[in-house]
Each structure stands twice: as C-alpha cells, then as structure tokens.
C-alpha cells in the first residue's frame, strides 16, 4: 500500500484493516496452538515437568559445583523428587487446552506484535519507523531471555524451596498440578514482562519522559525495591537463590540507564 493510499484511508477503512490484522493474529495463534496440543505429552514430560525431577541440568549443575565450591544452599542439593498430584476431575483436560493456548501466544509474540506494527506504521516518519524495527528486534530478544531465565532458573529455584520446605514432618508435600501449572506460567510470563525493561525505558527515553538523571539519582532506591522484588518471586530466605533473581533484574536496570538520553 503506497503512501497517498495511507494518507486518503477513512476511519472504516482503518477499522477493516484492524480487524484483517486481529484475524491473522488469531489464525497464527490457533494453528500454533494446535501442533502444540498434537505434541503437549512430549511437552510436558520433557520440557514443563523437568523441573520437577532431580535430573533437570541445573540440579545436576549445582551438585556438581558443590563438590567443588560449597557455596550452594542445603535445598538445592542433593535428591529431589516433586510428586504432582491431580485432584480436580477436569483439570487435566483443561490445562491441556489452556497450556497450549499460552505457549502458542509466546512462540506467535514476534508475529503478533508485528502486525500491530503494520497497524501503526502508516502513522510513523521514517526515522521513527527504523527506530520501531530495531525496538522490535530488541523487544522479542529480551522476552524470550527472560523466559529462558524464568524457566531455566527463577522457576526450579523456587519449586525446590518451596516443595521441599517442611512446617512439620507430619505433612507430606504433595503439589497440585493446579498449582504447579499456575507458578510456572506466572514465573516464567513475569520474568519475560520483567525483561522489557530497557525497551520500556528507550521508549519513554524517545517520548522525553525519561532520562539518563534518574537512573543515576535513583540507583540506591532501585537496588531496595529489586531486591524486595526478588525476594517476591523466590520466596526463599537464602541469599544464593535471591542473588540468582536480583543480579539479572539490577543488570536490566543498569542496560536501561545506558539506552537513554543523556
């Protein structure tokens, strides 16, 4: 679409063009969803309960370690074993659909949020459309980073303290599938939003809301309320695994000062 056919479009023309773009988002999302649904047994075995097993890489990794540096927490040692119970009839079914349904919106995130690009761009100069392309590059790559943390090492922090933390020796830990499910998806979701950080602040930067003086001014109330975070999402009172959360979240706080203006 050339840029007089952009300019002489009216308010229903627009209102069409939204609606072919939400169409196509929806198609994307229900197709992935689909192959999704078709392997989420291999999925689920492999990839979303392996954290659940003494045999996940960074359990290894830390037993590993301790031999040498015995710097890691009691909890992160030795044998762990998380039994995943089911005690809602429909639960299993659902979370099949719904669990599909959440990894078909990440994996059709890129796709998604260039289509509203396409929605938006007719708007833009055209320094502020090759400042968008990079943006979008930079957005998609820092989300997935920070689901890649949230699940490679927020997540299995925080179900090792908690499954295996005992108020009495009489109760047996037993984790709902329910339970298991909503922790993984609100951890790992949260820590990819977390790590949008630095576009966040480049784009209040581009608006002159934001500059480099309130980084600067504010890092030693930043380092409070990270650390308050961190302790939010690992709700563990060793520091090792507090460390492990707060060090990426303050390096995206320090990313973020150098993006913006001076």
Known sequence: MSESQEAEMTFWDHLDELRKILFRIAAVITIFSLVFFSYMKEIFDNVILAPSRNDFFLYEWMNRMSVKY???????????????????LSSQFFIHMS????????????????????FVKPALHNQE??????????????????????????????????????????????VSLDSYMDSFLM?????????????????????????RKFFVQFRKHAIVILLITAAVITPSSDPFTLMVVFLPIYALWEISALVVKK
Not at 70 to 88: A, E, H, R, T, Y
Not at 136 to 161: D, K, S
Request: charged content about 10%; aromatic content about 20%.
């Open 187 to 211: 951890l790992c979701f949260m820590m990819g939003l977390v790590f949008e950080l630095p576009l966040l602040s480049w784009l209040l930067s581009k608006l002159g809301i934001l500059r």
């Open 129 to 174: 459309r090759q400042n968008t392309g990079w943006a979008f590059l930079f957005g998609n790559l820092l989300f997935y980073m920070g689901i890649a943390v949230g699940y490679l090492m927020v997540f299995p922090l925080t179900l090792r303290f908690l499954a295996g933390y005992e108020i009495s020796s009489y109760i047996e830990n037993s």
């Open 70 to 88: 015995p710097i890691f927490p009691d909890f992160c040692l030795g044998s762990f074993q998380v039994k995943i119970i089911n005690i809602n």
């Open 99 to 118: 669990t599909s349904l959440w990894l078909g919106l990440v994996l059709g995130f890129p796709f998604c949020i260039y289509q509203v690009y396409l």
